[in-house]
């Protein structure tokens, strides 16, 4: 029987402290649309695409109204573009960008991922093709998001496609210079990526999944922020055991509304991503977190310490709530998406280096970073290069996602509006990674013995 | 199926009433109430089985909810469920 006090906390963890369900991510093969002719091409993804989640939003909206609990975003993932354009040039791989953004408009979802390429041991000319088109992909639509695999643990890193990637990340600030850049937020740079994660900008549809899925990502930052609140001054046992008691409730709440989705929609259920996902609103940050849990300010020594053991223990709590997990699962640190992280970076508390530090031990990367628009792409490169590094030596996913904010200097705000929020332009280090980048080539997969 | 349905602000004369008669004009069946009152501040919590509802429950989410926004009360109906989840293994 539930008892009065349960239905209040459920209540006020959906009414005061942002509890939501960050989104339900429908993932959908592309591999039955692969057609020599482009036009056929397209038409099929437009097709298959609509018929899939036509019901998606519809459903979503359901869940929430009977449930009375937020679904954010509806969201499609398909299949990486790279593997089913393969007979066709830069050109064909624009316009099956503007027919995904076309498909998402008749869908009304916010989010479209998949425009990605798998390039961790190298290239195929598909996948050269797909990289070449990435910033007039992003630049001419809205709701397209890219991502590309530059290394694995197994396969290393390729530092061509890092160098690579400098560029087109320059090219897609230049193309989207009237909206700060913006193309650069939709488009991830991944080490070890996961082929189920819910999330943008780097959701995409694996190649070993089913041929439609439902995969959901949670959230309540406020509310492990609340939860920690209320410990008071305990120690770290009794406050690992807060969040992850506080961890569980959340990710039962997204375990019910995804095999909810599933069975409504009549598409397996995939997995729940354990994740804290924080928005810029007041109340929604994992940075505030950190500070609860008796941090002066994000970014402070003992940052890293504290993410850690947030990190470890949403996990340890969220994987007994749910039947599946997958996707990025951990405590994302998005700069410019959480108020906490910007009021740190503009206090000059926070630091590129330290958020490099963070992403050691938590979920996902350097996640929406405003930096200089001059930049240099050996610079984008270097950044890349030291991200990826971290995610293949401890076997993780790390990816970056830097916006070069054209015509912004350090200490600039930029904007992206909604969700994506507003960053200030960090500060980098000034000293060149140009050699080493142009070198080119492979960096050898790591020894997973003589662990030191 | 059950809805909890929650209904808090400033107490005043008929809010049970109220509700109630929301419940019984369109097939919702009153199967518990708690309800307190503290220092002028009203609480209740009311269990319904809603198998019986003639409006779709979407509709008699808002139609409750613009019930309590003509009151000065919040209320808001869910499915059971999600309490279910989230507070029991």
Not at chain 1, 167 to 173: S, Y
């Given at each position: 029987?539930l008892?009065?006090?349960?239905?209040?906390?459920?209540?006020?963890?959906?009414?005061?402290?942002?509890?939501?369900?960050?989104?339900?991510?429908?993932?959908?093969?592309?591999f039955?649309?692969?057609?020599e002719?482009?036009?056929?091409?397209c038409?099929?993804?437009?097709?298959?695409?609509?018929?899939?989640?036509?019901?998606?939003?519809?459903?979503?909206?359901n869940i929430e109204?009977e449930?009375?609990?937020?679904?954010?975003?509806?969201?499609?993932?398909?299949?990486?573009v790279?593997?089913?354009?393969?007979?066709?040039?830069?050109?064909?791989?624009?316009?099956?960008?503007?027919?995904?953004?076309r498909a998402?408009?008749?869908?009304?979802?916010n989010?479209?991922?998949?425009?990605?390429?798998?390039?961790?041991?190298?290239f195929?000319?598909?996948a050269?093709?797909?990289?070449?088109?990435?910033?007039?992909a992003?630049?001419?639509t809205?709701k397209?998001?890219?991502?590309v695999?530059?290394?694995?643990?197994?396969?290393g890193?390729?530092?061509?496609?890092?160098?690579?990637?400098?560029?087109?990340?320059?090219e897609?600030?230049y193309?989207t210079?009237d909206?700060?850049?913006?193309?650069?937020a939709k488009?991830?740079v991944?080490?070890?990526?996961?082929?189920?994660?819910?999330?943008?900008?780097?959701?995409?549809?694996?190649v070993?999944?089913?041929?439609?899925?439902?995969n959901?990502g949670?959230?309540?930052?406020?509310?492990?922020?609340?939860?920690?609140q209320?410990?008071?001054?305990?120690?770290l046992?009794?406050l690992a055991?807060?969040?992850?008691?506080?961890?569980?409730?959340?990710?039962r709440?997204?375990?019910?509304?995804?095999?909810e989705?599933?069975?409504?929609?009549?598409?397996?259920f995939?997995?729940?991503?354990?994740?804290?996902?924080p928005?810029?609103?007041?109340?929604?940050?994992?940075?505030?977190?950190?500070?609860?849990?008796?941090?002066?300010?994000?970014?402070?020594?003992?940052?890293?310490?504290a993410?850690?053991?947030?990190?470890d223990?949403?996990k340890?709590?969220?994987v007994?709530?749910?039947?599946?997990?997958?996707?990025?699962?951990?405590?994302?640190?998005?700069v410019?998406?959480?108020?906490g992280?910007?009021?740190?970076?503009?206090?000059?508390?926070?630091?590129i280096?330290?958020?490099?530090a963070?992403t050691?031990?938590?979920s996902?990367?350097?996640?929406?970073?405003?930096?200089?628009?001059?930049?240099?792409?050996?610079?984008?490169?270097?950044?890349?290069?030291?991200?990826?590094?971290?995610?293949?030596?401890?076997?993780?996913?790390?990816?970056?996602?830097?916006?070069?904010a054209?015509?912004?200097k350090?200490?600039?705000?930029?904007s992206f509006?909604?969700l994506?929020?507003?960053?200030?332009v960090?500060?980098?280090?000034?000293?060149?990674p140009?050699?080493?980048?142009?070198?080119?080539g492979?960096?050898?997969?790591?020894?997973?013995?003589?662990?030191? | 199926?059950?809805?909890?349905?929650?209904?808090?602000?400033k107490?005043?004369?008929?809010?049970?009433?109220?509700?109630?008669?929301?419940?019984?004009?369109k097939?919702?069946?009153?199967l518990?109430?708690?309800q307190?009152?503290?220092?002028?501040?009203?609480?209740?919590?009311m269990?319904?089985?809603?198998d019986?509802?003639?409006i779709?429950?979407?509709e008699?989410v808002?139609?409750?909810?613009?019930?309590?926004?003509?009151?000065?009360?919040?209320?808001?109906?869910?499915?059971?469920?999600?309490?279910?989840?989230?507070?029991?293994i």
């Amino acid at each position: 029987m539930l008892n009065t006090a349960d239905i209040l906390e459920t209540i006020n963890m959906i009414r005061q402290e942002n509890l939501d369900i960050r989104t339900i991510t429908m993932g959908i093969s592309l591999f039955d649309c692969v057609s020599e002719d482009e036009n056929r091409l397209c038409e099929k993804i437009y097709d298959k695409i609509t018929k899939k989640a036509e019901y998606l939003v519809r459903t979503g909206e359901n869940i929430e109204k009977e449930y009375g609990v937020p679904i954010v975003n509806k969201r499609v993932s398909v299949t990486p573009v790279s593997l089913i354009g393969g007979a066709h040039g830069k050109d064909a791989y624009i316009r099956i960008a503007r027919t995904l953004d076309r498909a998402a408009d008749t869908l009304g979802i916010n989010f479209i991922g998949g425009f990605s390429a798998l390039v961790d041991k190298g290239f195929t000319d598909s996948a050269t093709q797909l990289i070449a088109a990435i910033p007039e992909a992003l630049s001419s639509t809205g709701k397209v998001c890219s991502s590309v695999n530059v290394a694995t643990t197994k396969a290393g890193i390729n530092m061509d496609a890092i160098r690579l990637m400098g560029r087109t990340i320059k090219e897609t600030a230049y193309l989207t210079r009237d909206n700060d850049s913006l193309g650069c937020a939709k488009l991830v740079v991944f080490a070890n990526v996961p082929q189920d994660n819910p999330f943008m900008a780097g959701a995409f549809h694996g190649v070993g999944e089913p041929e439609c899925v439902i995969n959901v990502g949670v959230s309540g930052p406020g509310v492990v922020s609340s939860a920690i609140q209320r410990a008071g001054d305990c120690d770290l046992s009794a406050l690992a055991d807060v969040i992850k008691k506080t961890a569980f409730k959340i990710t039962r709440v997204g375990q019910l509304v995804a095999s909810e989705a599933a069975r409504r929609l009549d598409v397996p259920f995939g997995i729940v991503d354990l994740s804290l996902a924080p928005t810029p609103a007041i109340g929604d940050s994992v940075a505030r977190i950190l500070e609860n849990m008796g941090l002066e300010r994000c970014g402070a020594h003992g940052t890293t310490a504290a993410l850690a053991m947030l990190n470890d223990a949403v996990k340890k709590g969220g994987v007994m709530a749910s039947s599946h997990v997958g996707g990025l699962s951990g405590a994302f640190i998005p700069v410019s998406e959480d108020e906490g992280m910007i009021d740190a970076v503009a206090n000059g508390a926070l630091t590129i280096e330290k958020l490099e530090a963070m992403t050691a031990v938590c979920s996902v990367g350097l996640d929406m970073i405003a930096i200089p628009g001059d930049t240099p792409e050996a610079v984008i490169s270097g950044i890349i290069a030291d991200e990826i590094s971290i995610g293949v030596a401890n076997t993780k996913t790390t990816a970056v996602r830097v916006i070069p904010a054209y015509g912004k200097k350090e200490g600039d705000t930029v904007s992206f509006g909604g969700l994506l929020g507003y960053a200030p332009v960090i500060r980098l280090n000034p000293y060149s990674p140009e050699r080493f980048i142009s070198r080119g080539g492979r960096i050898p997969a790591p020894i997973h013995s003589l662990k030191n | 199926m059950k809805a909890v349905i929650s209904v808090t602000g400033k107490d005043n004369v008929g809010i049970i009433a109220g509700v109630s008669a929301i419940c019984a004009d369109k097939g919702a069946n009153i199967l518990d109430i708690t309800q307190s009152v503290l220092s002028e501040y009203f609480a209740m919590i009311m269990l319904a089985d809603i198998d019986g509802l003639t409006i779709p429950f979407s509709e008699f989410v808002d139609l409750l909810e613009r019930y309590g926004e003509s009151r000065a009360l919040q209320i808001h109906t869910m499915h059971e469920d999600i309490f279910n989840t989230m507070h029991h293994i």
